[in-house]
């Protein structure tokens, strides 16, 4: 584990002159003259290194929890890594060497009393851990050999209890015999299973949301299987006044209100709806227009009935948004009060753009934006951007990240596109 002390802070400052100097150099398109300069390592250039979020859960101090797959050049890693408010590494966790076997899926901040604590999914053994604030595994959280598939998306209650979403058929917990169950499973706060709760029929979940309206069910479930959108009971039994047609589902957000409506967002027609209580489609109320031209990833709540999407496309309703955007609470475009400019693009064409993207619970209304960019507007931004209320970069927080000696931060950026 890299110890980030008091040398890492002081220095803190100089990563963002550099990062004002490379934003120059990046909009002026003339990365030639770094390439052939003077500034790489003895082993003869900086290959730099790239950051790909999986997931993103903001607490209350104003620091954030980051699902990451770092590759410096030479090993790739997969970890959970704590960012002060500044960006500066607090804890970490490393899962393993990158891979399909230990890939971070899902993050969640514990909405319990133990403040700081994070749900990591995945498709790691077992699935699901708790990490406490330090980076530490909560061992009062033993799901034992857990999971037999990738746990996706994680809903943690207040009481301590937590619904789990993944690709899944069993669950074990030792000395307990292996239960089948279906990809949407509820966790008692000490990491057994809840066997009140069984959904059956559910598969490969995406995203699971607790209800705002407990008369209407507890909890949603959005995936790719037989059943691609649902609101389940306390028992887990699908409510039959709720049929929605879309699929895939890629992320479910209960609206702010005491409507009963929730946000679906995915990779069917316009990849974005509203559905009121009864699962309709709300074209009055939210009006999308033609939506977007390619999946919906992530949405999360504004404050004033607004809503951020995140995801892999270019255009909304035929104008250009790439990768983010802010929607008002009648689905039309907030792009004067939240300008994004040119969005975010990738230097590979098969990366997958936006994927995470979570309003900040400090008071600050800002929104943490992850996933496989290198560049935000003009700027170069490894992965991980905290983005004001109009869109501008908040450039009080840049991510100050070492894997094996290797800096994983902005400033690379230059080195990887070149290389």
């Not at 790439?322 to 475009?333: A, E, F, H, K, V």
Request: hydrophobic share 40%.
């Amino acid at each position: 584990m890299d110890v980030v002390g008091a040398t890492v802070i002081e220095m803190n400052e100089y990563p963002r002159l550099r990062k004002l100097l490379l934003t120059c150099v990046y909009a002026a398109g003339i990365f030639g003259i770094l390439a052939t300069g003077n500034g790489g390592d003895d082993n003869g250039g900086n290959q730099g290194c790239s950051l790909s979020i999986r997931g993103i859960a903001p607490l209350l101090d104003g620091s954030v929890w980051v699902g990451v797959l770092a590759d410096p050049g030479n090993d790739p890693v997969d970890l959970v890594v704590r960012f002060d408010p500044s960006g500066v590494e607090q804890a970490r966790f490393v899962v393993g060497s990158a891979g399909s076997d230990n890939s971070v899926r899902a993050i969640a901040s514990a909405t319990d009393a133990n403040v700081g604590d994070v749900y990591v999914g995945g498709d790691f053994t077992g699935g699901i851990l708790r990490l406490n604030s330090d980076g530490t595994v909560d061992a009062g959280f033993n799901v034992g050999n857990g999971f037999d598939g990738r746990v996706t998306s994680i809903a943690p209650l207040a009481g301590g209890d937590v619904y789990v979403g993944g690709n899944f058929g069993t669950f074990h917990r030792p000395p307990a015999a292996p239960a089948i169950v279906s990809g949407l499973v509820r966790l008692n706060s000490d990491g057994s299973r809840d066997t009140g709760f069984f959904a059956a029929g559910v598969a490969n979940v995406r995203s699971v949301a607790p209800a705002l309206d407990p008369p209407l069910g507890p909890v949603y479930s959005g995936g790719v299987g037989p059943i691609p959108i649902e609101r389940w009971s306390t028992a887990g039994t699908a409510d039959t006044g709720f049929n929605p047609s879309q699929s895939p589902v890629l992320s479910v957000v209960p609206a702010f209100d005491t409507t009963g409506a929730v946000y679906v967002g995915g990779g069917f027609l316009n990849r974005i709806v509203r559905l009121n209580a009864n699962g309709s489609v709300d074209s009055l109320g939210f009006n999308v227009g033609s939506g977007f031209n390619d999946d919906v990833v992530s949405i999360a709540r504004g404050v004033a009935g607004d809503i951020y999407v995140g995801g892999r496309f270019s255009t909304y309703q035929v104008n250009a948004a790439s990768g983010i955007i802010r929607l008002n609470s009648d689905g039309s475009p907030d792009d004067i009060n939240f300008d994004t400019g040119t969005g975010f693009s990738s230097s590979n064409a098969s990366d997958t753009g936006v994927v995470s993207v979570a309003h900040t619970i400090d008071g600050s209304l800002e929104v943490f934006v992850g996933g496989s960019f290198v560049d935000y507007n003009g700027i170069p931004i490894n992965g991980l951007v905290r983005l004001n209320v109009d869109g501008s970069v908040d450039s009080a927080f840049a991510v100050d990240l070492t894997i094996d000696g290797t800096p994983c931060n902005d400033e690379t950026l230059p080195d990887l596109i070149l290389n």
